[in-house]
């Protein structure tokens, strides 16, 4: 059964950080690349990050860009997303997605507000 599993949401202030994780199972992580999207209330789902299987090669939306790092760890079958300096305008669902098999995790809420 493939499970992929996000935590770390919540609120945060303008300017904080967060990390984000996202733990799979059922999946060949070690061959898959992994991504992180997300939703705005209203909003049709974006792109946020893409890392590679090999953890290597990461790639980024501009809405993020400098301010955002995904990374994983292949032994502990996990993906993350280190976000700095967030701004209102992150405020989103952020999924974790499998993008080998097409597989999504339920999303974990972000609120970036005072």
């Known amino acids: 059964q493939v499970q992929l599993v996000e935590s770390g949401g919540g609120l945060v202030q303008p300017g904080g950080s967060m990390r984000l994780s996202c733990a799979a199972s059922?999946?060949?992580?070690?061959?898959?690349?992994m991504g992180w999207y997300r939703q705005a209330p209203g909003k049709q789902r974006e792109w946020v990050a893409t890392i590679q299987p090999s953890g290597t090669t990461t790639s980024y939306a501009n809405s993020v860009k400098g301010r955002f790092t995904i990374s994983r760890d292949n032994a502990k079958n996990t993906v993350s997303l280190q976000m700095n300096s967030l701004k209102p305008e992150d405020t989103a669902v952020y999924y974790c997605?499998?993008?080998?098999?097409?597989?999504w995790g339920q999303g974990t809420q972000v609120t970036v507000s005072e």
């Open positions: 059922g999946i060949i992580f070690s061959l898959s690349a």
């Open positions: 997605r499998d993008l080998r098999r097409d597989n």
